[in-house]
């Protein structure tokens, strides 16, 4: 399945979008679009399909997701038959952001929640259950109104300790301080030679450090090794193939970096919980039922 881009267009005198949609199905529509998305799924229970990530939800679902991260919900049980399904959908830019936190420093801490929502963000039940009572209360809102809301509910997201990732890679958005244009220098090497076998040396040098003090910087940054890191990449790019492509999965594995199929049918087991050949089926069987 390739993804469907998306055009989001703000009306005149908005600096973000708001949709408030009563559906009687969430129909599955693969898509993605260059702003964040935030997204609060009530009276319905079905899954969501998000990068490599395949999950259930159920209502009161809480999902914060970065720009250009491939994604959809897929849902036909209503838990109250006689009400509609509903989404609240809140689009917002990275500028957006940028300009908030650069105008407003008790708002810094939008730009760490933008940095991490890079993967998509689920957030833990207490945050979820209070976040999504102010959103529900936006579409009843004069337009001025419902920007303070937004923060409010954005600032509790953003001290959400317990708000997990849910897809594997993501573009990290880009910001102006030395260290994390560092970062960017090594991710930006990784993200275009992943496939290939990459010394640790050759990392260090593009951040100027020496190896131990890499090894530091980037769990310091990235919250994972290296090695892992770059795992990822490889298991990422091999879902994106088996959800997009009919390619063998000895192709993708190949394609991904991996020169022996059997430890990558063990590392893509142990990342994803299912085989590629398993994690293929349930995408398309996903698509065939909503389509």
């Known amino acids: 399945?390739?993804?469907?881009?998306?055009?989001?267009?703000?009306?005149?005198?908005?600096?973000?979008?708001?949709?408030?949609?009563?559906?009687?199905?969430?129909?599955?529509?693969?898509?993605?679009?260059?702003?964040?998305?935030l997204t609060l799924t009530v009276n319905?229970?079905?899954?969501?399909?998000?990068?490599d990530h395949l999950g259930d939800f159920e209502p009161g679902d809480l999902v914060l997701l970065g720009p250009n991260l491939?994604?959809?919900w897929s849902a036909s049980e209503r838990i109250d038959?006689?009400?509609?399904?509903?989404?609240?959908?809140?689009?917002?830019s990275l500028e957006w952001v940028e300009r908030l936190a650069a105008s407003f420093p008790e708002l810094h801490s939008l730009r760490h929640l933008a940095a991490r929502a890079g993967p998509a963000l689920h957030f833990s039940p207490a945050t979820s259950a209070r976040s999504a009572a102010r959103l529900l209360q936006l579409n009843g809102l004069p337009v001025p109104q419902?920007?303070?809301?937004?923060?409010?509910v954005l600032l509790e997201l953003a001290a959400d300790g317990e708000a997990r990732p849910l897809a594997?890679?993501?573009q990290a958005p880009r910001h102006a301080d030395g260290p994390q244009k560092r970062m960017e220098s090594v991710l930006d090497f990784m993200h275009a030679h992943f496939r290939e076998d990459?010394?640790?040396?050759?990392?260090?040098?593009?951040?100027?450090?020496?190896l131990g003090a890499f090894h530091r910087f980037f769990k310091r940054h990235a919250h994972c090794t290296p090695g892992d890191y770059l795992a990822r990449l490889r298991i990422g790019r091999a879902c994106q193939q088996l959800i997009e492509s009919d390619l063998a999965i000895a192709v993708i594995?190949?394609?991904?970096?991996y020169r022996n199929l059997a430890h990558f049918n063990r590392q893509f087991r142990a990342a994803k919980q299912a085989t590629p050949r398993a994690f293929r089926r349930q995408y398309r069987r996903a698509g065939k039922t909503t389509a």
């Open 70 to 72: 491939p994604h959809t």
């Open 168 to 170: 594997s890679m993501a």
């Open 1 to 37: 399945m390739t993804p469907l881009f998306e055009q989001v267009t703000l009306p005149a005198g908005h600096s973000w979008g708001l949709l408030w949609r009563e559906l009687d199905t969430i129909p599955f529509i693969w898509h993605y679009h260059p702003q964040f998305e």
């Open 198 to 210: 990459i010394a640790l040396d050759t990392l260090a040098r593009k951040a100027a450090l020496s």
């Open 81 to 92: 038959s006689s009400r509609p399904m509903l989404a609240v959908v809140v689009w917002f």
């Open 44 to 51: 319905a229970r079905g899954q969501r399909y998000i990068g």
């Open 253 to 257: 594995a190949q394609e991904a970096g």
């Open 146 to 152: 419902r920007l303070p809301l937004l923060l409010d």
